[in-house]
Each structure stands twice: as C-alpha cells, then as structure tokens.
C-alpha cells in the first residue's frame, strides 16, 4: 500500500508555492468546445466607412462679437485668421453635424490652426 505522492507547486501566485497531489498536476484542463462548428458560425460584416463632409468653420471677433465667417472651409478660415492681429482676438467654431451644433474649438484646436494660417500666409 502506497501513499500519495506530493510535490512542490510553484504555479500559485501570491507569496510562494504549496504542497499538492502528484494527480491534481497532471490533469491538463480540456479546451473549450464550441456548440457549433466552424462552418456554422456567422462573422459579422465590416462595416462600410462613412462619408465625412469636410469641417464647416464659425470666425467671430471677440470683443465685438461680429462674425467674420459663417460656414466657411477650412482654406477660407485660414484666409480669415490671416487678417488677424492675434489668435485671442477671434473665437473659431467647427459644425458638429452629428450633434447639429457649432463647437467652440479648444486651445489646442485654435492653436493648431492658427499656426497652419502662419505656414498658408508664408508661403502664399
């Protein structure tokens, strides 16, 4: 008559390995079958790109709130910043069409833009 033979677990997470029967390490889990076969199993369709209207532009002077572009693309907003003194002068609004609104652009946005007018006035 034999005992069960125990060895020295060290797959355990935590502070340290444990004592456990030879068998429990030996039986290897089954993988997970699928009720279906391969074949039968349907994969869903990409789904088609959507379309994106190019960005309308809101320009608006700051202290006189007059608007100095409506609906304008991003060549004409670059033109219209050109004219300006300072971007803290003007207030820039981008169309959001999905949400049907004019979004004020952040700093960041404004700041981007406002730099990419510097490049389109040097080399125009």
Do not use: I
């Not at 190019?54 to 700051?62: A, E, K």
């Not at 981008?94 to 949400?99: F, H, N, R, T």
Request: glycine share 6%; aromatic share 6%.
């Amino acid at each position: 008559m034999y005992g069960k033979v125990w060895v020295l677990d060290t797959e355990t997470k935590g502070t340290g390995a444990q004592m456990v029967p030879l068998e429990s390490t030996l039986k290897r889990p089954q993988p997970k079958e699928h009720f279906l076969p391969a074949t039968a199993r349907q994969h869903k369709p990409a789904p088609e790109p959507v379309e994106r209207a190019p960005r309308r532009f809101r320009v608006t002077d700051v202290v006189s709130r007059r608007t100095l572009g409506d609906d304008l693309d991003a060549r004409a907003t670059l033109a219209v910043l050109a004219g300006q003194r300072s971007s803290v002068d003007v207030n820039v609004a981008v169309w959001e069409p999905g949400e049907d609104r004019w979004r004020l652009l952040t700093l960041a946005e404004k700041q981007l833009l406002w730099a990419r007018r510097q490049t389109s006035t040097a080399a125009g």
